[in-house]
C-alpha cells in the first residue's frame, strides 16, 4: 500500500506564494510519474503539474511560468512551488502517484488526501 501525505496548504492573498510537499511512503522511483492536481468546487480535477521519471516536466498551461514541481530523491518527496496565486489556483491540490505497469504488473494509481488552497482576492 502507498501512502501520499500532502502538507504546505494554506490561506494566502493574490500574488502570495505557497510552497506545497508530499511525501511518498515508498521510493518515487517506482513510480512513472508524480504530479499534482487541483479541484475546485463544482469542477473536475484537473492536472497542474508533473515530474517523470526520467525527469521531464510537464505544466498545465494556466500555471505555466507561476508554479514549479520538484522532487527530494532521497527523501521521497515532491513539491509544489507556487508564486503568483490568483484567486482562480483556489482548490483542493491532490498529490499523485502513478505506474504505468509491466507485462507483469498492473498499472496503479495513488492519490493523496489533499490540501486546500485558498487565494483571496
Known amino acids: 500500500q502507498v501512502q501520499l501525505v500532502e502538507s504546505g496548504g494554506g490561506s494566502v492573498q493574490a500574488g502570495g506564494s505557497l510552497r506545497l510537499s508530499c511525501a511518498a511512503s515508498?521510493?518515487?522511483?517506482?513510480?512513472?510519474?508524480m504530479g499534482w492536481y487541483r479541484q475546485a468546487p463544482g469542477k473536475q480535477r484537473e492536472k497542474v503539474a508533473s515530474?517523470?521519471?526520467?525527469?521531464?516536466?510537464e505544466y498545465d498551461d494556466k500555471v505555466k511560468g507561476r508554479f514549479t514541481i520538484s522532487r527530494d530523491n532521497a527523501k521521497n518527496m515532491v513539491f509544489l512551488q507556487m508564486n503568483s496565486l490568483k484567486p482562480e489556483d483556489t482548490a483542493v491540490y491532490y498529490c499523485?502517484?502513478?505506474?504505468?505497469?509491466?507485462?507483469?504488473?498492473?498499472?496503479?494509481?495513488?492519490w493523496g488526501q489533499g490540501t486546500q488552497v485558498t487565494v483571496s482576492s
Open positions: 499523485n502517484a502513478e505506474f504505468w505497469g509491466t507485462p507483469s504488473q498492473s498499472a496503479a494509481n495513488y
Open positions: 515508498r521510493n518515487i522511483f517506482d513510480f512513472n510519474a
Open positions: 515530474i517523470l521519471s526520467g525527469g521531464v516536466l
